[in-house]
Every structure is written in structure tokens, then in C-alpha cells.
């Protein structure tokens, strides 16, 4: 687990230097075996009563005194260890593009109805039980998952606390929840870890950013890439997606750069329609020769296919891909479209692949 979280940050393009606050032989070798700078922990401040901040304060001022005040600091937790270097990268950029203080990273609880016990008298926490309303008109919860937190040095010496300040929220999918308390937990991540992690590291090409100033559009594909390729069908025939709420912040990041973005999609429900102005994008929709769709828009538009970047999944969009010079691919997109694209993300359809696609427009 240590190792793990040593080489996430290291391949984060953000963090400059990672180091292990310690007062453990073991530990510390183990780090500086990983590439890791060793801070080693006064025994005071590792006992079973030491807190977090104090050992993040002792860290942060034999930092300073090697090597000057740091701009951020990045927390990682060795006991969460579902997260990727594109986590923390996109929690730093976020911190920085929204001007917050701190930062912690949460999971979205869609429809937990919890509730409490005082005096014996049971009551709804998060939920009225005698006025449910639906789900879907609830304000959303966010679970602080413990995985990442960043934060600027003097919130940390003015709060004593890692979090202070502007706070921002980072979102992440609710399976990088799970940490590492109880030895069954071991097996609940060790499963996500090689059928969501070790997966994508092995067939994912990782090395791959595009500058803003290469880019005047990016075009994406709906299903399978804003979603997970599923199709809910409810009881009166009419059919609805499920859409992650997280490619909405990778849309206003990419908007936020000047870049325009679209949909080209064969997809003729209206939910497609709906979504895309709920993101304000532009759509071609009902098409079945995105090809030439794609060509004629640019051309009209005086938008060079050059700098242009096509996200698709599936083989009807292999055409269009070609046509542009960054052709992405989810990584759970069709064999003949992952041979062909310039760059995999490590998302798969419907988990924030546009997030990831803007955290590495840079």
C-alpha cells in the first residue's frame, strides 16, 4: 500500500517531490526503495493518540527547511489506496482553477437514507422518512473518502487542520471509497484494485497530454463515452442513462479554455438532447456518417481537423477518428478502436472520461 501511494504521486504530473513522515525502519526503507524522501517521525508524534496534522506540521517544516516553502501540499492516505496519478492531478488543478485553500476528495451518495438514534428515538438524518419525495430531487451527499487532500501550507499552520479556508470538493467514483481498517477490507479493495486498477495500467497508455493551444474543439461521442453503453428501460417503454456528474466539471474545464466542444451521435433519444444542454454543448445528433458530419461542421466553422479531438468508443466511430489529429479511446472501447486511438484513457465509459480527457488538456 505504501509503495503503491509512493508511486501514484510520483507519476502525477503535478507533485515535484514525494516524501514519507515515519518513525518505522521498515517504512522508511521501503519508501526510500520506491524513490521516497525520508522524514523521520519524533517518537511523541507517533503515538496511538498523534494526529494527522501533527505529523503533516513536523513534515512541512523539515521540508521548509531543506527546501523552501512548497506552493501545495498533497496528502495521501497509504490506507485508501484506490486512486490514480490523474486523481491527484485533477484535484490540484481543481483547487487552483476554482482559488480554494483546501481540498478533499468525496464520492457522490446518489440515495443513502441514514438515519439516527437519540434518546431512543429514531429520526432521518439525511432524508425526511415521512416526506421521501424521489431520489432524484434530493440534494446529493458527499462522502469524504479519505483518498487525497490538498492544501496551501498556511492553512495548515493557521487552522492546525488540513482543511481551512475556501474548501473544494473533489469528486471521485464511490468504488475509490473503500480504505483499509479491518483485514476484510483487505479482500473488498484488493478486488477493485486488480479489476479497476492493474487493468487499466497494463492496457492503458499512460503518457499522453495535449497543450490547450493545439486545440479548438473537442467531439465526443455519447454512449460509451458519457455513458457506460447501458440503457435504462423504466415500465412505460420510455428508456433513460445514467450520465457522471463529473464529466460536467471536465466540460467546464475544457469550456474554461477557450475550447469549443460537441456531440456527434447516432443516439435519436431525447435524453441525449437534454443532457447536452444541460452541459450547454453543441450536438449533431441522429447521425449515421459522423465522418462526413465532422468534416462539413469544421468546415463551415473554419476549424482545422488538426486541431481538433474526437473521443469515440465503438467502430462507427473509427471514420471521424481519423479524420482528426487526437483520436481518444475509453479504455473499455472496441479492440479495433483502442489499436487505432493516439490516447487511452484509463476510464472506461460512463466513470469520467471527459474529466479525465480535460485534467490532461494542459
Not at 85 to 95: C, T
Not at 162 to 177: D, V
Request: negative net charge; glycine residues 6%; aromatic residues 8%.
Amino acid at each position: 500500500m505504501l509503495a503503491w501511494s509512493i508511486l501514484q504521486a510520483a507519476g502525477a504530473a503535478t507533485v515535484k517531490q514525494v516524501y514519507v513522515s515515519s518513525n518505522d525502519r521498515e517504512i522508511l526503507e521501503t519508501a526510500a526503495a520506491y524513490g521516497a524522501a525520508n522524514i523521520i517521525r519524533p517518537l511523541e508524534l507517533a503515538t496511538d493518540r498523534s494526529s494527522s496534522e501533527e505529523a503533516l506540521l513536523h513534515a512541512l517544516r523539515e521540508v521548509e527547511q531543506s527546501n523552501g516553502t512548497p506552493d501545495l501540499v498533497v496528502f495521501l492516505q497509504a490506507t485508501s489506496p484506490l486512486r490514480e496519478p490523474e486523481d491527484i492531478d485533477g484535484a490540484v488543478r481543481q483547487l487552483l482553477e476554482k482559488d480554494a485553500d483546501s481540498l478533499f476528495s468525496a464520492a457522490v451518495l446518489e440515495d443513502y437514507c441514514i438515519w439516527t438514534r437519540t434518546n431512543n428515538i429514531l429520526s432521518g438524518l439525511t432524508f425526511d422518512p415521512f416526506n421521501r419525495g424521489r431520489r432524484q430531487d434530493r440534494e446529493p451527499l458527499f462522502l469524504e473518502n479519505g483518498s487525497i487532500y490538498v492544501f496551501r501550507p498556511e492553512i495548515l499552520r493557521e487552522f492546525g487542520n488540513r482543511l481551512g479556508g475556501r474548501i473544494e470538493i473533489f469528486e471521485m467514483p464511490f468504488w475509490k471509497s473503500f480504505e483499509i481498517d479491518t483485514l476484510p477490507d483487505v479482500e473488498v479493495c484488493r478486488y477493485y484494485f486488480e479489476t479497476k486498477l492493474l487493468s487499466r495500467w497494463k492496457t492503458t497508455r499512460k503518457d499522453w497530454e495535449i497543450a490547450a493551444k493545439d486545440l479548438d474543439l473537442v467531439v465526443y461521442d455519447f454512449d460509451g463515452v458519457m455513458t457506460d453503453n447501458r440503457v435504462l428501460v423504466l415500465q412505460d417503454g420510455t428508456e433513460g442513462i445514467v450520465a457522471n456528474r463529473a464529466d460536467g466539471l471536465g466540460v467546464n474545464r475544457v469550456r474554461s479554455l477557450g475550447i469549443r466542444q460537441m456531440i456527434v451521435t447516432t443516439e435519436t433519444n431525447p435524453v441525449v438532447q437534454a443532457r447536452a444542454a444541460k452541459l450547454q454543448m453543441e450536438i449533431i445528433h441522429s447521425c449515421h456518417d459522423k465522418k462526413t458530419a465532422l468534416r462539413d461542421f469544421c468546415a463551415q466553422q473554419g476549424i482545422d481537423l488538426k486541431r481538433v479531438a474526437y473521443v469515440g468508443n465503438d467502430v462507427n466511430d473509427l471514420e471521424a477518428m481519423e479524420l482528426v489529429k487526437f483520436s481518444i479511446a475509453p479504455a473499455d472501447a472496441h479492440p479495433e478502436v483502442l489499436k487505432k486511438a493516439w490516447g487511452i484513457t484509463r476510464a472506461q465509459g460512463g466513470e469520467g472520461v471527459i474529466k479525465e480527457v480535460a485534467e490532461r488538456i494542459v
